[in-house]
């Protein structure tokens, strides 16, 4: 495997490393060991899937909020999604930027997230499963989530919307209008979970993929 840092602390992406035969291929897509040498810790306690019918659907920006400790090992194992990570941590040079990285059944890439960072996903064609790997188990009553077309985070999603949920159509917009500003100002710290009474924003660090 290959573990490539990404511009945002706690994002990273994972490729595999195939053998190739007369069959086809294989690879590993998950190694402790590995893992471990690249500083990444992955207990996992928990494998989901997320099928999605249509092109352009969304889900997030979600993560689970303190005292919840929850990082993600995420592929897509159908079809192709462009993933988004966004970083929520205040004290965080990137704070309120993200990184997009395309993830499909074709490329076998992966991106680990660390806890405490919003992610989410559009599908760039019909039928694509997202598959997880998380280390603690499902937490209900954590969740924190930031809207997915906020202004202030400008992330540029490449279809339009097909389907969302009503639970990520509602999450709250940060507080501010105007685009994106540039990065390094400190900004207060919001509230426990969303964000929603940040002074400050900063545009994305754009797509890796
Ligand atoms: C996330 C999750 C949901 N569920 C249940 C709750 C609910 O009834 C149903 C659908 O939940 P949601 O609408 O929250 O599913 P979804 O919007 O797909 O949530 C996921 O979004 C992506 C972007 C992530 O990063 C994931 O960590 C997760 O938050 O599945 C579980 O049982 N276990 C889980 O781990």
Redesign the pocket.
């Known amino acids: 495997m290959i573990i490539t840092p990404t511009p945002i602390a706690g994002v990273m992406i994972v490729d595999v490393e195939p053998f190739p035969d007369a069959r086809g291929m294989f690879a590993r897509t998950f190694c402790a060991d590995e893992f471990a040498a690249a500083g990444l810790t992955v207990d996992v306690a928990?494998c989901?899937v997320?099928y999605n019918a249509s092109a352009g659907t969304v889900?997030?920006?979600?993560w689970a909020g303190e005292p919840v400790r929850e990082t993600?090992l995420?592929r897509c194992t159908r079809g192709a999604l462009l993933d988004v990570v966004v970083d929520p941590r205040p004290d965080s040079p990137t704070y309120l930027r993200h990184v997009a990285v395309e993830l499909s059944a074709d490329n076998h890439r992966a991106l680990f997230i660390d806890a405490g960072l919003a992610?989410?996903?559009q599908t760039l064609v019909d039928s694509t499963e997202a598959t997880?790997q998380?280390n603690v188990p499902?937490t209900?009553g954590h969740?924190r989530g930031l809207r997915f077309d906020d202004p202030r985070l400008g992330i540029v999603w490449p279809l339009p919307v097909s389907v969302i949920?009503d639970?990520?159509r509602a999450w709250p917009l940060l507080a501010g209008d105007g685009p994106a500003g540039p990065s390094g100002d400190a900004a207060p710290p919001g509230p426990p979970g969303i964000q929603r009474d940040v002074a400050h924003a900063s545009g994305g660090v754009g797509a890796t993929a």
């Open positions: 928990q989901s997320a889900r997030g920006m979600h993600k995420v992610h989410g996903y997880y998380m499902f209900p969740d949920s639970k990520d």
